[in-house]
């Protein structure tokens, strides 16, 4: 059995105690499911995606780690790229064979019921990358703020100036 980790808001605690995780979201190639993270050495890694999900204006994540079959289909791949359809064991080898694991992700593509969860533990708020892995220093796409984002209207000023 492969251990994965699922972000998700606070307030949406009872409801995963109840009924497990629900298959939601969509990526870019239209596949549905529970997007997730095998649990790696690495706390940064595992749980990179923390401040990425806080700047769509949820306020606490939590940590829902559970288990499913090895021999079980999920996709893998790097976000905003095409994924590959491997067994969850081998999807979680090759998130932690990478080099750097930045930015990757597994879409199991159905619901977890609440008997495959694991625990719901709660993980630092201030753990990941915003934007985009290696987005330090590089300033954020001013079409891609939202409007009322923190800093949003000072980003857009600059790129207007500049002629972005």
């Known amino acids: 059995?492969?251990?994965?980790?699922?972000?998700?808001?606070?307030?949406?605690?009872?409801?995963?105690?109840r009924a497990g995780i629900r298959a939601s979201g969509r990526s870019h190639g239209g596949l549905s499911g529970v997007f997730c993270l095998p649990i790696l050495p690495s706390y940064q890694l595992t749980h990179q995606w923390v401040r990425e999900?806080?700047?769509?204006?949820?306020?606490?994540i939590v940590a829902v780690d559970?288990?499913?079959p090895d021999d079980e289909p999920v996709h893998v791949g790097h976000y905003g790229r095409e994924h590959?359809?491997?067994?969850?064991a081998e999807a979680a080898a090759?998130?932690?064979?990478?080099?750097?694991?930045r930015?990757?992700?597994?879409?199991?593509?159905?619901?977890?019921?609440?008997g495959e969860v694991h625990r719901i533990r709660g993980v630092n708020q201030v753990t990941g990358w915003r934007?985009?892995?290696n987005a330090h220093g590089v300033p954020p796409c001013p079409d891609c703020l939202q409007r009322g984002e923190y800093g949003s209207a000072r980003i857009r000023r600059r790129a207007e100036s500049s002629g972005f």
């Not at 999900?53 to 606490?60: A, E, I, K, Q």
């Open 66 to 68: 559970f288990r499913i």
């Open 94 to 101: 090759l998130i932690a064979g990478r080099d750097d694991a």
């Open 131 to 133: 934007y985009m892995p």
């Open 53 to 60: 999900l806080r700047r769509g204006g949820r306020r606490t």
């Open 103 to 114: 930015g990757w992700e597994v879409l199991v593509p159905r619901t977890i019921t609440a």
């Open 1 to 17: 059995m492969t251990l994965f980790v699922h972000l998700t808001s606070e307030k949406n605690v009872r409801s995963v105690r």
């Open 84 to 88: 590959a359809r491997l067994p969850s």
